[in-house]
């Protein structure tokens, strides 16, 4: 977690990890020390995160482990061998930022980031204990024709096992890129579960923001589930959402991040601004250990001159009118990290409640992908963040109105009693301004 004042570890120069290396083993080559060497090398020459890790240390000790490890099989030692080392090392750093991708989950990033069509069923989701859960279905997709919803229960999917904390969400992906046809078992709360054969159909892997509607006794609400901020336009999809719900008539809107992992930070900062006017200040070490600063600014959802909006936010006078002005929530939990962390704090600055859980807890930092022998990639944290004033962004967000998760009321009973709270905290809202508007009724 970053405080005020934190001492900046020095930069650690790649040759420093050339020897270290040196020293411990790694003599023979295979598959699994290529990989090891090049990980390593990358991450000492970019790291900048908030770990106060001995690096070097570290990398000593896993060069040790991983020459133990391969010992056995010498030349022939795998990526996979290097790739499990290489977990173990970078979960000691404990920063959720850094980690690495096999090859797969660097070409399902490649798939979002490059905006890919790719045969999909157009369902999103997690493992649970009970099962994978649906937390999106896009919209027109072979699932949404099927009648799967939200927070329906995959129980069975084909002859992969899905139950008892053994439901793996890459392995659905997988079936999904064959284009078979594959038969789940929808588990919906209150009803017996149904077989249903979905045939993948070419699709965009990105997900996209989608609306509905809550009616309240104070008004009409909007709910927009954001996805992600992966795509270089997840920014402007958010706010031709948002005028969609303004132009149909919203009194009040839920934004929901639940299940976003984040992404580009100059989408979340531009999607922050349509309640406020945005400023994130980035530092990172170049060359020769030098500190680089640079900023990313937004205002009315557009990318804006940092010097300007520092100008608007630090001036007594009155701001520009945001895009909407209206009571709003956040919805958030365990899942929503890094950019989404950070849309949520700017736009807590500018008075929307959060709802939910606390977040996964990366906002205070932003990574790069890099390269690997295998195919995979590197994710290094390279970035430290700071707000106007200078002052580093919290690690997490906590909620306002704090809903612990509930997986059985959402699957059992049909019940999301953290959207049931945001939807309460919109209403009151509502209410408190009617009450303002017309105090003799």
Known sequence: MPRSGS???PFVPVSLVCSVLAGVGLALASPATDLFQAATRTLTANYYGWSDADRPALIAQYAATLDADCAPVAESCSYDQGRA?????????HDAHTSVRDAEGAERLREVQDDLTVPRTGLRVVKTPLGLLVVGVSPGSPAELADLRRFDLLVAVG??????????????????RQAAPITVSVQRAGQSPRAVTL???????RDVPILSWQQTPAGRVAIIQYP??????????FLKTLRQAQGAGAAGLVVDVRYNGGGRLDQCVQAASAFEPTFYQARTLGSQGRLNTWDYAAIGGEGSAPGRVRELLSASRALPAPLWTGPTAILMDENTASCAEVFGYFARQAGVVLVGQPTKG???????FFPLPDQGVLSVTMLRAYDLSGHPLPGRLEPD???????????GQGQDTALQAALGAVQSRLSGAASVETPGR
Do not use: H, I, Y
Not at 85 to 93: C, G, N, P, T, Y
């Open 7 to 9: 001492r900046v570890r």
């Open 85 to 93: 080392v290489l977990k173990d090392m970078l979960a000691q750093l």
């Open 159 to 176: 002859d992969l096992a899905v139950t008892e904390g053994r439901a793996d969400p890459a392995a659905f992906v997988r079936l999904e």
């Open 199 to 205: 045939t993948p159909a070419p699709l965009k892997a």
């Open 228 to 237: 992600t901020f992966l795509p270089g336009d997840s920014a402007e999809l």
């Open 362 to 368: 990366v906002m205070n930092s932003g990574v790069s």
């Open 401 to 411: 109105v704090n809903v612990p998760a509930d997986l059985a009321a959402l699957t």
